[in-house]
């Protein structure tokens, strides 16, 4: 039996000191100093086994915080855990304690094909393993072949198409091995809910950015564009996770979805959920009335949409502990879970051949507040996400 732990960490635009990554954005030495301090803090009370980060400009800065949290750890395993010559040296509340460490861990990264210049510049992502890599990492950013969408005009005829040629962000997909078990694990940063708006040849910037000209339909086109690229990118995750799935691979996916679990993306990247009993609907070929799908049918429809269901590490916990109080992100009063950990039914205990399941869920979000307190400021300087952490147990053995 091994458990092991797997956490999403959006650290908001981890990048070095006197660096513009957005435009006029940049910490000064002392506030990449608090934001380092926090960061390697969170780090070492998260203590997580598999860690996926978003929002990283370049991997030297991550293995600067997690070099920080390295040392931090240390000291307090030191001054935490006895060793033989003290009296309580065999309790084994002291182990619980201990910091794990990454001095052993692998770190890989995802940089932004869209990266550019000093202050247009694009963050990736990358994956923190405590149990190695089982192969080289893979990035999916720039497809091979452009995804055509094609839009059918009700009542037939082509309505034209949406193309996608390279996700905002990238994907990084990884395979680590786990007690004597190889887990697909994808990393994810989807589009955000900003809007997108061209700029004109020649235009120095959007028109829907002149806020003094508030062009409300032109913005409201934004966020269609914004939210379809969100989707597309979500359909491109979709096609990797069933590709893993049909191989047989267990699979988690985390990162920040930028949207809640029931938003139409999710809902693509997770999959259908089997309706209750297929025998009462009508057959797509059906010719008369009571031309419905068999119980046999029933079972192999339902057997085909739940092999490649994700689900969702936070509506597992939620159903185990009957708490209805997860948030990662807190803006203008709205308090929601937009980072998500989604997970094959290899870890559902629900399913009769898990192997393994989701014993516990821990959110970190105690920083997070919606603007109005005093101190929020300072505490988006960290992160404006909570993290998210799954404990999950493989083996047949349970309450071991």
């Known amino acids: 039996m091994t458990r092991f732990t797997i956490a999403s960490f959006n650290v908001k635009n981890l990048i070095g000191a006197d660096q513009e990554y957005y435009r006029f954005q940049r910490y000064t030495e002392e506030e990449y100093a608090w934001k380092k301090d926090w960061l390697a803090d969170q780090l070492l009370t998260m203590d997580a086994d598999i860690v996926g980060f978003q929002e990283i400009f370049d991997d030297e800065t991550l293995r600067d915080v997690i070099d920080e949290a390295d040392k931090r750890g240390a000291a307090a395993n030191e001054a935490t855990i006895p060793d033989s010559s003290k009296r309580y040296h065999r309790k084994a509340i002291f182990r619980k304690l201990a910091f794990g460490g990454y001095e052993q861990a692998v770190l890989a990264f995802a940089p932004n094909v869209n990266d550019d210049a000093p202050g247009a510049r694009r963050p990736g992502l990358a994956l923190l393993s405590r149990h190695g890599f089982a192969e080289e990492p893979e990035v999916i950013q720039l497809l091979e072949e452009p995804l055509d969408i094609p839009m059918a005009a009700l009542g037939g005829g082509d309505a034209g198409h949406f193309r996608l040629e390279k996700l905002s962000r990238p994907i990084l997909k990884v395979r680590i091995p786990v007690g004597g078990t190889v887990i697909t694990v994808f990393n994810c940063h989807l589009k ?133 109080m997860v948030y990662t992100s807190a803006f203008g009063g709205v308090y929601e879970s937009i980072d998500q950990i989604f997970m094959s039914r290899h870890f559902d205990n629900a399913y009769g051949k898990a192997i393994g399941e989701m014993e516990y869920f821990s959110v970190f979000n105690d920083h997070l507040t919606d603007g109005s307190h005093p101190e929020a400021p300072y505490n988006k300087l960290a992160s404006d996400h909570g993290q998210i952490m799954a404990h999950v147990r493989l083996g047949s053995e349970r309450g071991a």
């Open 192 to 324: 955000s809910k900003l809007g997108e708006f061209p700029r004109p040849e020649g235009a120095e910037f959007a028109p829907e950015a002149v806020l003094t000209s508030y062009d409300p339909v032109g913005r409201a086109m934004g966020s269609l564009r914004a939210a379809l690229r969100r989707m597309a990118e979500a359909w491109v995750l979709r096609r990797e996770i069933v590709a893993e799935l049909d191989q047989g691979h267990p699979v988690m996916v985390l990162g920040d979805f930028n949207d809640g679990e029931h938003a139409v993306s999710s809902e693509i990247i997770a999959g259908e959920v089997p309706f209750k009993n297929y025998s009462w609907m009508l057959r797509h070929d059906a010719k008369q009335p009571n031309d419905r799908y068999s119980k046999t049918e029933n079972q192999e429809i339902t057997e085909a949409v739940d092999r490649v269901r994700l689900r969702s590490a936070e509506k597992m916990f939620i159903r185990k502990s009957l708490r209805d």
